[in-house]
């Protein structure tokens, strides 16, 4: 995630040559689908341990 936030910022400055803008969002998109995919993979782990249901992690009610 830290790398991505300092590709984004280096993008947003717009100071990078051309290239290097090109490479920082190619690599930028490579981390994008490994963040989804490490979320989606807790969302997975989650959803069985808590029996097939999402909880909002808002709610302060106890687990039953």
Same mark, same amino acid.
């Given at each position: 995630?830290?790398?991505? @936030?300092?590709?984004?910022?280096?993008?947003?400055?717009?100071?990078? +040559?051309?290239?290097?803008?090109?490479?920082?969002? &190619?690599?930028?998109?490579?981390?994008?689908?490994?963040?989804?995919?490490?979320?989606?993979?807790? @969302?997975? &782990?989650?959803?069985?341990? @808590?029996?097939?249901?999402?909880?909002?992690?808002?709610?302060? @009610? +106890? +687990?039953?």
């Amino acid at each position: 995630m830290q790398e991505l @936030e300092t590709l984004l910022a280096s993008l947003e400055n717009g100071q990078l +040559p051309l290239e290097q803008s090109i490479e920082a969002y &190619r690599r930028g998109t490579q981390l994008l689908e490994y963040c989804q995919s490490q979320l989606a993979d807790a @969302e997975q &782990r989650i959803k069985v341990l @808590e029996n097939g249901a999402l909880r909002n992690f808002q709610d302060n @009610e +106890p +687990p039953q």
